[in-house]
């Protein structure tokens, strides 16, 4: 399997500018979920979904980001309009939900610059 | 609110010392316990986790963590730590298997040759 796959692995943009994070959980998965990580504010959780749904967005920051899941098999995070304070480490985790086992497996990270 | 603390932000070590790393949780009933790893420019990476039966748990690398549930405690342990263990480390934890995972805030671990 090729693990959690996010797209792209670095982006620069302009304050203002719309960004788009994607995400693809590993198959078989369905509990997917958007991290931050800044070095003043640590890992934050953003939002996640179980089966497609949004459980939890209590963790977004503003009305700014939002995020949908509409398949299994895909995710996006989107910023817009984007501002330099977003600039961190967007991280997007998937797990298998069987209400026991629920070890998150975590991609390779977004870097987002926003200039 | 239910959530995972960790004591120590920054250690540093030499090679060879023992590490133990703190951490407690908050949360009441069933628990399923975490450490992740973070190597330098890396993501999380699952040391290891504890979700019921022998509470001494062992991972990846040498690691260990003991749950102790009179001490809402699962701190990490090494008894030897090398410089490749240089990374943060991450406790997280949930109190059942369709909750969402809550961070502790991670400790960085300098281990210098």
């Known amino acids: 399997d090729a693990g959690v796959i996010q797209s792209p692995r670095h982006e620069v943009t302009e304050m203002g500018q719309e960004v788009t994070l994607r995400c693809k959980p590993i198959?078989?998965?369905?509990?997917l979920f958007w991290y931050r990580q800044t070095m003043m504010r640590g890992l934050e959780l953003l939002i996640y979904?179980?089966?497609?749904?949004?459980?939890?967005d209590s963790g977004m920051p503003e009305d700014r980001f939002s995020a949908k899941m509409p398949n299994a098999s895909f995710s996006t995070l989107k910023i817009q309009p984007s501002e330099p304070r977003d600039s961190a480490v967007y991280f997007c985790a998937s797990r298998y939900l069987a209400g026991g086992d629920n070890e998150q497996f975590f991609g390779p990270g977004t870097r987002l610059t926003v200039l | 609110a239910q959530s995972v603390s960790q004591h120590n932000h920054h250690v540093i070590l030499s090679e060879a010392a023992s590490l133990e790393l703190g951490c407690n949780y908050s949360?009441?009933?069933?628990?399923?316990l975490f450490w992740y790893v973070q190597y330098p420019g890396q993501h999380l990476q699952l040391l290891l986790k504890?979700?019921?039966?022998?509470?001494l748990v062992k991972g990846i690398k040498g690691f260990e963590a003991e749950f102790i549930k009179s001490k809402f405690s699962f701190n990490l342990r090494k008894p030897s730590v090398q410089w490749s263990d240089t990374a943060e480390y991450f406790c997280?934890?949930?109190?059942?298997?369709?909750?969402?995972?809550?961070f502790g805030i991670g400790t960085k671990l300098q281990v210098i040759p």
């Open positions: 949360y009441g009933g069933t628990v399923n």
């Open positions: 997280a934890g949930n109190s059942g298997g369709y909750q969402k995972v809550t």
């Open positions: 504890y979700f019921s039966g022998d509470p």
């Open positions: 979904f179980n089966n497609n749904v949004p459980i939890d």
């Open positions: 198959s078989g998965h369905n509990s």
